[in-house]
């Protein structure tokens, strides 16, 4: 299916994947029991659980194609902030509510269109797990943009916050869309997709969703991160250090 | 009908083993004696979400997280479906939180008690897990209907949790010297506080009596008590851990429920936070549903 020369970045393709997966579940975790409302606690924990999951197949799969004998663990475990390649947005402090929902929203309108072309990639076991996830990104983004609409057409406190919220977060968007080598190559292959094509899916779902929330669209400013090339910003070294503490202190034991 | 003999007759559907549904007749102490308990057993699920949630985070593999994730999850499930059973005594859910948050509820004391290892997640899966069981197995068929119905659907989950836990501690003592040191800390940590969670001996046991009677319990705390014992015992040798040797000490089971436990500080004031860091959220939730009412968008165009 590849050349040699692409199995680097296939591997690389899947591997932002699954640390984007990985990443937001992990923040989404730290929620769980301090929710704003019983029913949050579980929405989160709900889709928290969808995208570790999803992470893990794609972990594997991962590793798989790297060929070095990694599975999920050494490589959710092991790997340096610099070899980490989720998008700079899934690693972005959970603030408040409105932030942690936020963020969610923007996610889940790229991840749902991205699922759905990735569907039918040339690579069958990338397209199954796609196939899967478009169901549960589909949920996720019913339950975030709920939020969304609810917090900016809710109080005046509310809006406020949650417009907040999306000029800060904003900026984070851009390269979900920003196709480099890995993303082209992929593409032209046929396991990629054309992110242009899902960026004009996400544009009109956030213009629904901010119209129905009575909120504005930030502007598009430069942005400096490039997390699915490992350049991150100073967040993602703690959630890291947290994450593979024991198996960091326990060198090759087993749990 | 007076009071006495619809007593009487509630008493007599009772002892012929009958359920009583939210419609039916029932005395008042039974309806307090049930708010009580149930409110109560609500509140621990809740509660008890913050000590495992301590280590999602954390999580030594990706597979123990999910599994961590959705036993904290089920926990909060559980308290959702505890609370609604309870709403069916005439009581509101937005109340009894009031009642956890002010401190003026109960819930249970094990939950006070810190994780500070791994190996605590799956001691509390094992044996507080393993404890609950015990103690609710009985409650399925509970007199009161919703109850027991809740009772059946919890049970299942919490035999999962509690193997969960022991296949964590399994995998602790067969891995290296610092994991056996770490499960048989945990153990050491949580036996004492696990067998406190029958409550009282029989002869402090307020309630046990009129419990008993009603059906909303079928056996006496020191009944349970032993059959946790006799079942936890080999499970331990299984491990290769040691269950520590002497007797509880009731004196630390009325401080901790008096509130000076390791931890009833910290898991209140974690519960009210995210209440108060919560409440413009669930202001806006009430704002929003309330201008979505059918006839508000026409009203105000
Ligand atoms: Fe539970
Ligand atoms: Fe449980």
């Known amino acids: 299916m590849s050349t040699r020369g692409d199995s680097g970045n296939h591997g690389a393709f899947v591997l932002r994947l699954a640390d984007s997966n990985l990443v937001l579940a992990q923040r989404l975790g730290e929620w769980i029991g301090h929710a704003p409302a019983l029913e949050e606690d579980l929405g989160l924990a709900n889709t928290a659980l969808d995208l570790l999951g999803q992470a893990r197949l794609l972990l594997t799969y991962a590793g798989a194609l790297e060929g070095r004998g990694r599975d999920e663990d050494a490589l959710a475990y092991l790997r340096e902030e610099g070899e980490y390649l989720n998008c700079a947005l899934a690693e972005q402090p959970n603030g408040d509510f409105g932030d942690t929902l936020a963020r969610q929203f923007l996610f889940d309108a790229w991840q749902l269109p991205l699922y759905e072309r990735l569907a039918s990639s040339r690579d069958p076991q990338l397209a199954a797990i796609a196939a899967r996830g478009v169901k549960e990104a589909r949920y996720h983004l019913r339950y975030s943009s709920g939020w969304v609409v609810r917090l900016g057409d809710g109080t005046a406190e509310s809006h406020g916050r949650v417009q907040g919220s999306l000029e800060r977060l904003w900026p984070y968007t851009a390269e979900l869309f920003d196709a480099d080598d890995i993303d082209r190559a992929m593409q032209v292959a046929g396991i990629g997709v054309d992110l242009g094509a899902v960026r004009v899916d996400w544009e009109q779902t956030v213009a629904a969703v901010l119209a129905e929330a009575t909120l504005a669209r930030p502007g598009d400013r430069p942005w400096h991160w490039y997390g699915k090339r490992g350049e991150h910003g100073e967040h993602l070294g703690h959630m890291l250090a947290q994450m593979q503490a024991l198996q960091r202190a326990h060198p090759g034991a087993r749990w | ?301």
């Open chain 2, 1 to 301: 009908m007076d009071t006495a003999a619809l007593e009487e007759r509630f008493q007599a559907r009772i002892d012929a083993d009958e359920r009583i549904e939210p419609k039916d007749w029932m005395p008042d102490g039974y309806r307090r004696a049930l708010i009580r308990q149930m409110a109560q057993h609500a509140h621990s699920e809740i509660v008890g979400m913050l000590p495992e949630g301590n280590w999602i985070t954390r999580a030594p593999t990706l597979k123990r997280k999910a599994i961590l994730m959705a036993k904290v999850q089920d926990e909060g499930g559980h308290g959702a479906y505890l609370y609604g059973a309870t709403e069916t005594l005439g009581v509101t859910r937005a109340a009894l939180i009031e009642e956890l948050l002010a401190g003026s509820a109960k819930y249970s004391s094990i939950f006070n008690y810190p994780t500070p290892t791994w190996a605590d997640i799956g001691a509390i899966g094992w044996l507080v897990d393993g404890a609950a069981i015990m103690n609710q197995i009985p409650l399925c068929r509970c007199s009161y209907g919703p109850y027991a119905r809740a009772m059946v659907r919890i049970c299942k989950e919490e035999s999962f949790h509690q193997r969960q836990g022991y296949d964590i501690m399994l995998a602790l003592a067969r891995g290296t010297e610092a994991q056996r040191r770490m499960a048989q800390g945990a153990l050491d940590r949580w036996w004492w506080p696990a067998l406190m969670m029958f409550g009282p001996p029989d002869a402090e046991s307020k309630h046990s009596a009129q419990s008993m009677r009603w059906k909303v319990k079928r056996f006496t705390n020191d009944e349970l008590r032993e059959r946790f014992i006799e079942f936890t015992v080999p499970q331990a040798e299984y491990l290769g851990l040691s269950i520590p040797q002497g007797t509880i000490d009731w004196n630390e089971f009325h401080e901790v429920l008096r509130g000076n436990g390791p931890c009833n500080r910290e898991r209140l004031e974690a519960r009210r936070r995210a209440h108060q860091n919560g409440g413009w959220v669930r202001e806006a939730a009430l704002a929003y549903a309330e201008k979505h009412r059918s006839g508000y968008r026409e009203a105000v165009q």
